[in-house]
Every structure is written in structure tokens, then in C-alpha cells.
């Protein structure tokens, strides 16, 4: 290597500070959702982060848990502005504050938790995830304590790391830890901190020499740390921070390698990649892990940061907009450890993972609680990343969820952006300027990959798009107060080829999936927060016309809980036939039929909804090619 500049190669997108960006429309009833559910009462209904938590001075969990939910809990209460959601989480915050030694270190003074692999000399691990919570914290709120405590607490990160180097969980995700360290030195400049990130750099798992050339092209038996679905969905930000603090052409291409190995692998219709703990192949019955979800939309939100890539837009929208919602149920009072693609019934039985029998039910601590505790960050944060600043000046657009940023541009000019439309629901997204002066800036939009036909209007008149460069068009400008945007990103539904000739079904970044009736029944009561058995009502066993034509309905408005089966807001129809010959398999729905067995049965309407709104369903269908 050849020798290092002691400065960084720039990212090509900043994030704005949380607070920046207010949810509107179906987005911020979702955060409210989240917030009358399992984020905002937690505390009260599960133990492992109530008032005896170690990280708010009990005697109790220790490790990860706290910090998770933290993670998750500051945002949302940031961004809903909610007094209640924000006393919670500054009493977590102030007790990590006040607790900081003369040495710097701070925290816990041991670790209890269930897991019994943490190194219990120095496990750097949890650590890292409390100092995201304080990085936006202090975006939240301006908080002039948090910029020295980093500060101290980083000298002594400095003067313990290479006796004491990251193992285990740390060593898997240690691009956490640089992202904290590397916030700082925005702040302060110090170019110690570049040196300490690189240190950490060097001590965490080479992730740029596996996502560039993938050894793993089958389902996953054995541990290893760099097989463990979480892992992988963190461990893909690494090699854009090593070019963030060492620059090369390999690391950036390790990005796209990894995900394109990722979904030819073990890749998922919901945009995801399995792991029932570990990487599971593409069968549409293998499970992914909800801490996987949401902390690959995370890393997409790093790299669109870094890179500037339409892609990681298109990929966390595929994401945020299916995977999420899907695996927890509509009222936020249950969620999943891991769902399925092909989901029929959720009920305690063994199958063909790692996980235990009920990691697919809906519950408080379904098979493990890390889920419980980390599921909190992914509505909040993708809020707080819909959009960036470009570094010049201007905005770039992560996704079009209704929202409202306020921000400084130009010059200095502060802006007011209203996002209005409903997306990804609809195809037409209306942004509305506000600006205190008129000012010259660049509005960049995303393009997304599956739009053929983007369409521009400025206040009422058509712009034509320059050809999209990185999946963006810029429209450089003079904007003025009230100038109003109007963007149409028209969906036409695709039907996507998946393995031995399934197929799924996509309009826009949304995927589309046949509902089957939910039969929910309650296994473990509790005060709050039960425990639920899902069982179907209706047939499941539907393939579709490879030739079929696609119908779409969309409702007048959109519902209050748009990702709950009865409230659906757009519906296609397709034609299909029921299949004799598709089995279950081990407690799921068996492999897709290769030649379907239609023989006599009635082509019927099949009409699909938003994966994100069904329970239970069919994503990947058996295609029905010439037998009837």
C-alpha cells in the first residue's frame, strides 16, 4: 500500500442532522404506530431492558440490548417530537453520560447477558452501538456534552485497542465503530481519529476480500463470523468506510461484487438475502432475521452516503418498503425473528434452519431477543436518511416517503421541502420549496432503476431530465418561494424469473404477493404483547399464467396501517390456476413446482396485495407455462 494521506476521501453525500427531516403522510402514522407499540412500552413489558438494565444502572442484561433498543427508541422520539418517548430516552443517555470514568471508558462494569460468547476481559461490541445513539442524540439536541465525551472516551479506545483488539462481534462490526469515530472528526478535525479508524479498520474481519470474490454458493450449516446473516448485512458498509479512510478502486468494487453475489446466492423477492441465522440459499421457504433487515437498510443508507449510487436507494426502498413491515404485525405489538417469502403458516414446529421451532411466530421474544431489542431503528432512521445534502450545496433524494426537510442551501438559504404523494402507493411525488430568498442549487433526483419513463414538471411546466448519472438527475437551478416539483415515476408490473422457473411480482419498489387468510391464535398471553400462531384460511397453492395480464386498482386514500392485508391500498390481479403437485416441505410450503400440475383447474382471478401487508402468503409463484 502505498503511503497514507492523513486525510479522508470525501463521501459524496451528508447526512442532515436528525430533527431535519419530519416524517407526513403513511410514513409518520407508521413511527406513531411504532411508537403506541413495542417501542414506546418496552421497558414496561420486557425485562431485559426495564429499570434493571445495566446500562441505566440495574443489575440485569448488560450487553447489546439496551444499546439496540436505545438505537432505535432516540430517533423515533426525536422525529414524533413526543415528551414521553423522550424522557425515556434521556434518562438511557444520561446515565451513559454520567458514568464515564477518568480513564474515558463508561458504561456497565460487567456483562450479563444470555449470550455466553462476548470476550469478557474487553468486548468493544456494545459499545459501539451506544455511540450511535449518542451521535444522534447530539444531532437531536445540540448537546455540547457529547462532542468531549466522544473525545475522551476515543483516548482511551486509543490507548487499550491494540492490547486489547476487537474479537468476536466486534471484530465482525467494526465499521460501526468507525462511523462514530469518523462523526467526530467531522466535528472537531482531529486527524488522530483518523488514525484510530484506521487502526479499527485493520483489527475488523476483511470483508472487502469476501464480498470480492464470495466463497459461500449454498446454504450455510456451520457458524462462522462471516457467514451469520446479521453480520453480512453490517459487514457490507465496511469496504465503503475503507475507501472513506484508505480510498481504491477494489474496495468500492467489493460493494457491488458482494450484493451481486448476495442475491444470486441466497438472494430473496423482498430485495433481502435469507438467513435463518445463517446464509440459507434462495429457496423462497428459508427465513430472513428482522436484525438483518433492518440493519442492511442501515449499511444502504452508508453507502448511498459514501458512493452516491442510486442503487443503494433503490435497494433499501426494496427493502424498507417489504421486508420491514412484513415481519412485524400491524399494531407493532408482535414481530417475527424470522420471516418467509412463501409464508403459510407461523406456528411451532421444527424446519430446515438453525433457529429454534418459533422463530417464525409473531411475539415479544420469538426464538432470541436480540430482534426484540434492535427492530426499533428502521423506520426512524430511514426518515432521517430520505434525503442528503450533495456537499455543494444541494439535496439529493434517498426515497420519495412523504416527508419535510428543512435544511440550509446554496449560499446559506434555508429551504422548507414538502414531499407529498403517497409513494411508493403512487406513482406521482409533488415537492413544494419554500425559501426565505431565491437561491441557486441543485435538486438531485433518484431515478430508480425500475423506471423506464421518469416524468418532470416545474410549476406546471415539462423539463426534460439529462440522461441519469449514478441513477440521478440534477435540475440546477435558481429556485424561489413556492416553486413546486412534480415528479411521476410511472410502475408498470414486471414479473421476475426466480429460481426453476418461479417467478414474483413487482410494480415499482414494491413487491406483490397473494394473501392467504390469517387465522391468528393467541399462544401466550400476556399483560401486552402476546404471542401468536398464525394458521391459513384459504388455499395457498396458486401459480400464475406465464402470459397473464396484470389489472391494478388503487383505493381512494390511503389507510392509516396501509401494510395490513384488509387495508391495502393497491391491488393487482393476475390470472392463475391452483397446483395439484406443490407439497409442504418440512413444515413450509415446498419448493415451487418446475412443471405445475394444472390439469382441470379453472384459470381464476388471483388478486395481490403489498408483500408488506400479508402475514401469510405466496411471493414466489410456480409459473404456468403451456400446460393447460
Given at each position: 500500500m502505498t503511503e497514507q494521506s492523513s486525510s479522508l476521501f470525501p463521501a459524496a453525500f451528508q447526512p442532515l442532522p436528525l430533527g431535519s427531516i419530519r416524517p407526513a403522510g403513511w410514513l409518520l402514522d407508521q413511527l406513531r404506530i411504532q411508537a403506541d407499540?413495542?417501542?414506546?412500552?418496552?421497558?414496561?413489558?420486557?425485562?431485559?431492558?426495564?429499570?434493571?438494565?445495566?446500562?441505566?444502572?440495574?443489575?440485569?442484561?448488560?450487553?447489546?440490548?439496551?444499546?439496540?433498543?436505545?438505537?432505535?427508541?432516540?430517533?423515533?422520539?426525536?422525529?414524533?417530537?413526543?415528551?414521553?418517548?423522550?424522557?425515556?430516552?434521556?434518562?438511557?443517555?444520561?446515565?451513559?453520560?454520567?458514568?464515564?470514568?477518568?480513564?474515558?471508558?463508561?458504561?456497565?462494569?460487567?456483562?450479563?447477558?444470555?449470550?455466553?460468547?462476548?470476550?469478557?476481559?474487553?468486548?468493544?461490541?456494545?459499545?459501539?452501538?451506544?455511540?450511535?445513539?449518542?451521535?444522534?442524540?447530539?444531532?437531536?439536541?445540540?448537546?455540547?456534552?457529547?462532542?468531549?465525551?466522544?473525545?475522551?472516551?476515543?483516548?482511551?479506545?486509543?490507548?487499550?485497542?491494540?492490547?486489547?483488539?476487537?474479537?468476536?462481534?466486534?471484530?465482525?462490526?467494526?465499521?460501526?465503530?468507525?462511523?462514530?469515530?469518523?462523526?467526530?472528526?467531522?466535528?472537531?478535525?482531529?486527524?488522530?481519529?483518523?488514525?484510530?479508524a484506521r487502526i479499527v479498520a485493520s483489527q475488523t474481519l476483511n470483508w472487502t476480500d469476501i464480498f470480492h470474490d464470495f466463497p459461500y454458493w449454498r446454504k450455510v450449516k456451520d457458524f462462522d463470523w462471516s457467514t451469520h446473516v446479521v453480520n453480512v448485512a453490517m459487514g457490507l458498509k465496511t469496504p465503503a468506510l475503507r475507501h472513506s479512510l484508505f480510498g481504491g478502486d477494489r474496495e468500492h468494487a467489493a460493494v457491488h461484487r458482494g450484493i451481486d453475489s448476495l442475491m444470486t446466492y441466497h438472494g430473496q423477492a423482498h430485495g433481502m438475502f435469507s438467513g435463518d441465522e445463517f446464509l440459507s440459499g434462495t429457496h423462497p421457504s428459508q427465513g430472513v432475521e428482522l436484525c438483518a433487515v433492518v440493519e442492511y437498510m442501515f449499511t444502504m443508507e452508508q453507502l448511498i452516503r459514501v458512493f452516491g449510487e442510486g442503487r443503494f436507494g433503490d435497494i433499501l426502498e426494496k427493502v424498507a418498503f417489504n421486508a420491514l413491515p412484513a415481519t412485524i404485525s400491524p399494531d407493532w405489538g408482535a414481530h417475527q425473528y424470522d420471516q418467509q417469502v412463501n409464508q403459510i403458516v407461523c406456528n411451532i414446529a421444527p424446519r430446515p434452519w438453525v433457529n429454534g421451532s418459533d422463530a417464525n411466530l409473531f411475539g415479544l421474544e420469538p426464538n432470541f431477543g436480540c430482534c426484540t431489542a434492535n427492530m426499533h431503528q428502521g423506520w426512524p432512521k430511514l426518515v432521517s436518511h430520505l434525503w442528503m445534502s450533495d456537499r455543494r450545496g444541494g439535496l439529493a433524494a434517498i426515497s420519495y416517503a412523504p416527508c419535510t426537510v428543512n435544511t440550509k442551501v446554496g449560499t446559506g438559504a434555508q429551504l422548507t421541502l414538502e414531499v407529498e404523494g403517497q409513494y411508493p402507493f403512487r406513482e406521482l411525488i409533488t415537492m413544494s420549496i419554500a425559501l426565505d430568498r431565491p437561491e441557486t442549487f441543485a435538486l438531485r433526483l433518484r431515478i430508480p432503476q425500475w423506471c423506464d419513463a421518469p416524468y418532470v414538471e416545474i410549476n406546471g411546466t415539462a423539463t426534460p431530465l439529462d440522461p441519469a448519472s449514478q441513477g440521478y438527475c440534477a435540475i440546477e437551478r435558481e429556485w424561489r418561494d413556492g416553486d413546486v416539483v412534480q415528479l411521476k415515476l410511472p410502475m408498470e408490473v414486471r414479473l421476475h424469473s426466480r429460481h426453476l422457473y418461479a417467478a414474483s411480482v413487482e410494480r415499482g419498489p414494491l413487491v406483490y404477493v397473494m394473501p392467504i387468510v390469517e387465522n391468528w391464535q393467541l399462544l401466550r398471553k400476556r399483560e401486552k404483547f402476546h404471542d401468536w400462531e398464525l394458521y391459513p384460511g384459504s388455499p395457498w397453492k396458486y401459480g400464475l399464467l406465464a402470459e397473464t395480464s396484470f389489472h391494478v386498482t388503487t383505493s381512494e386514500a390511503i389507510p392509516k396501517q396501509p401494510f395490513e392485508a384488509s387495508g391495502a391500498p393497491v391491488t393487482v390481479t393476475a390470472k392463475g390456476c391452483l397446483v395439484r403437485n406443490w407439497h409442504m416441505e418440512k413444515n413450509n410450503a415446498g419448493t415451487p413446482p418446475h412443471n405445475p400440475d394444472v390439469a382441470g383447474q379453472d384459470v381464476v382471478d388471483i388478486a395481490l396485495i403489498p408483500y408488506g401487508s400479508a402475514r401469510l402468503r405466496i411471493g414466489e409463484f410456480p409459473l404456468i407455462r403451456n400446460n393447460l
Open positions: 407499540g413495542l417501542t414506546g412500552h418496552l421497558e414496561e413489558h420486557w425485562a431485559d431492558v426495564g429499570p434493571d438494565n445495566g446500562w441505566i444502572g440495574g443489575q440485569g442484561e448488560s450487553w447489546e440490548r439496551g444499546p439496540y433498543y436505545i438505537d432505535g427508541l432516540v430517533p423515533l422520539a426525536y422525529l414524533l417530537q413526543d415528551d414521553r418517548l423522550i424522557a425515556k430516552a434521556s434518562r438511557w443517555v444520561e446515565w451513559s453520560l454520567n458514568s464515564q470514568r477518568a480513564d474515558g471508558d463508561f458504561g456497565p462494569e460487567r456483562i450479563e447477558t444470555v449470550n455466553h460468547d462476548v470476550d469478557k476481559k474487553q468486548d468493544w461490541w456494545h459499545y459501539m452501538i451506544m455511540l450511535k445513539v449518542l451521535t444522534q442524540y447530539a444531532e437531536a439536541t445540540g448537546d455540547e456534552r457529547i462532542v468531549p465525551f466522544l473525545e475522551n472516551y476515543f483516548r482511551f479506545v486509543r490507548s487499550r485497542i491494540e492490547d486489547w483488539p476487537l474479537q468476536g462481534w466486534a471484530k465482525a462490526r467494526g465499521a460501526e465503530l468507525m462511523l462514530s469515530i469518523l462523526w467526530l472528526h467531522e466535528r472537531n478535525g482531529d486527524e488522530r481519529l483518523i488514525e484510530l
